[in-house]
């Protein structure tokens, strides 16, 4: 499960947004992810980076992915996982090569 805020003042202003992204394991193990296997990445939260390089959670959830760890990535938007297309279309591929599946707060 990624969570992610760009700033340290959304994460201080928009408390619910960083609630309802951590109630997502919930959402995981009503799917029937065990609650050992899942595992909250939230190393971003407060960083504004247009690129992966600079999210070191971004960076641990792709090779995590491309380690066959990853059975699911969620997040409360799809849309909200990557910051640029090329970090969105790394995420895709990766998941796509490790049988990985994408989902949010809308479905998988």
Known sequence: MYVR???VR??????ESTRLQ?????????????PE???VIDDDLGRSAA???DRPGFQRLVAEVGLGHVGLVLGIEVSR?????????????????????????DGI
Do not use: K, N, P
């Open 10 to 15: 959304q994460v201080r202003q928009h408390q």
């Open 22 to 34: 951590y109630a997502l394991a919930d959402r995981a193990r009503q799917l029937g992810w065990r």
């Open 81 to 105: 996982l990557a910051r640029s297309c090329r970090d969105w279309h790394q995420l895709l591929e990766m998941c796509a090569l490790f049988d990985t599946l994408i989902a949010d707060a």
């Open 51 to 53: 690129s992966a390089l």
């Open 37 to 39: 296997q899942v595992v």
């Open 5 to 7: 805020q760009s700033t």
